[in-house]
C-alpha cells in the first residue's frame, strides 16, 4: 500500500477523545501539618521532592448514599495521613472543557498501604461547596458520555 493510500486517521480520530480528565490534588493534613504539594512533601520549614509515582492522585468519588457519606479516595504518598487525621485538599481539573478548582475539608476514615508503599485514604468529607462538588463530578459524568457516545459510533457499542 502506497502512502496516498493510507487512510489519515486525524480526519477520523481526534487525539483529545482518549485524554483522561487530569486532576491535580494538593493536600494538607490538618493534624500533622505535613503538606504535599507541587511535587514535594513539606513538614515546617522542611522540603522534600518526592518521585513522580508519590504525587497524589484522585482515584473515586464516594457518593453521599455511601454509609460514609460524601467523600473521596486518593491515592498519596507513605506516611502522609492515618485513620482520624483531618485533612484539607484542593483538586483541580486542569484540562476539563471548563477548569475547575474546588477546596474541600474531610476525616480519614480508611487507610490502606498499597503495594508500592504509598497510602490509600478513604476521606469522609466535611466541608465543601456542594456546587462545585457537584460541578466537579459533573466533569466526569460528561467525560463518561463522550466516551459511550464514541464508542457507540465506532463499534455500535450499546
Known amino acids: 500500500m502506497s502512502q496516498d493510500e493510507k487512510t489519515d486517521f486525524s480526519k477520523i480520530m481526534n487525539p483529545n477523545d482518549f485524554k483522561s480528565i487530569e486532576l ?4 494538607d493534613n490538618l493534624t500533622t501539618k505535613v503538606a504535599v504539594r507541587d511535587g514535594h512533601r513539606f513538614y515546617g520549614e522542611k522540603r522534600s ?11 473515586e468519588f464516594l457518593s453521599e448514599d455511601n454509609e460514609q457519606g460524601t467523600g473521596i ?3 498519596c504518598p507513605p506516611n502522609t495521613a492515618a485513620h482520624g487525621h ?3 485538599a484542593t483538586i483541580s481539573a486542569l484540562n476539563a472543557s471548563k477548569p475547575l478548582r474546588i477546596s474541600v475539608t474531610g476525616t480519614v476514615f480508611e487507610q ?6 504509598n497510602q490509600k485514604l478513604a476521606i469522609r468529607l466535611t466541608q465543601f461547596e456542594s456546587a462545585e462538588w457537584r460541578a466537579l463530578q459533573s466533569i466526569f459524568n460528561e ?5 459511550l457516545s464514541f464508542l457507540k459510533a465506532v463499534k455500535g457499542f450499546g
Not at 521532592?49 to 482515584?59: E, H
Not at 467525560?143 to 466516551?147: M, S
Request: net charge negative.
Open 73 to 75: 479516595i486518593i491515592e
Open 49 to 59: 521532592p518526592l518521585t513522580s509515582d508519590q504525587k497524589v492522585r484522585f482515584l
Open 24 to 27: 491535580e490534588v494538593d493536600l
Open 112 to 117: 490502606e498501604t498499597l503495594d508500592n508503599r
Open 86 to 88: 483531618s485533612i484539607a
Open 143 to 147: 467525560r463518561q458520555a463522550q466516551v
